[in-house]
Nanobody, 128 residues
Framework: QVQLTESGGGSVQAGGSLTLSCTIS????????MGWFRQAPGKQREGVAS???????TVADSVKGRFTVFRNNAKDTLTLQANNLTPEDTATYYC??????????????????????WGQGTLVTVSS
């Protein structure tokens, strides 16, 4: 069973930046598509950014131009660089992994299916 561990959440003011990291363990890192998802209070969990096994990268329209996702195969990590944060980005951010493509809709963030593994989440709070 794969394990995912997130780090890097915290509180920032609007316009600030955070770097979120996810480390995968338990199985060969390169066998999984990985992504970041978030859930705000009272809302559905939504996709933020992901990288599939074939390298295909998906970024939500709501964060495009502000957030960047990248993989470090040597360190088995997936990193989300979040810049120019707004209060609307406040949420718990979750790392996910699946042996298949992540398959979520970037215009709405809607996930098309249940993903295989999830981390515990890290809270991001952006104040105005």
């Amino acid at each position: 069973q794969v394990q995912l561990t997130e780090s890097g959440g915290g509180s920032v003011q609007a316009g600030g930046s955070l770097t979120l990291s996810c480390t995968i363990s338990g199985y060969t890192y390169r066998r999984y598509s990985m992504g970041w998802f978030r859930q705000a209070p009272g809302k559905q969990r939504e996709g933020v950014a992901s990288i599939d096994l074939d390298g295909h990268t998906t970024v939500a329209d709501s964060v495009k131009g502000r957030f960047t996702v990248f993989r470090n195969n040597a360190k088995d990590t997936l990193t989300l660089q979040a810049n120019n944060l707004t209060p609307e980005d406040t949420a718990t951010y979750y790392c996910a992994a699946d042996p298949r493509p992540m398959n979520w809709e970037p215009s709405t963030g809607r996930m098309m299916r249940i993903l295989d593994a999830w981390g515990q989440g890290t809270l991001v709070t952006v104040s105005s």
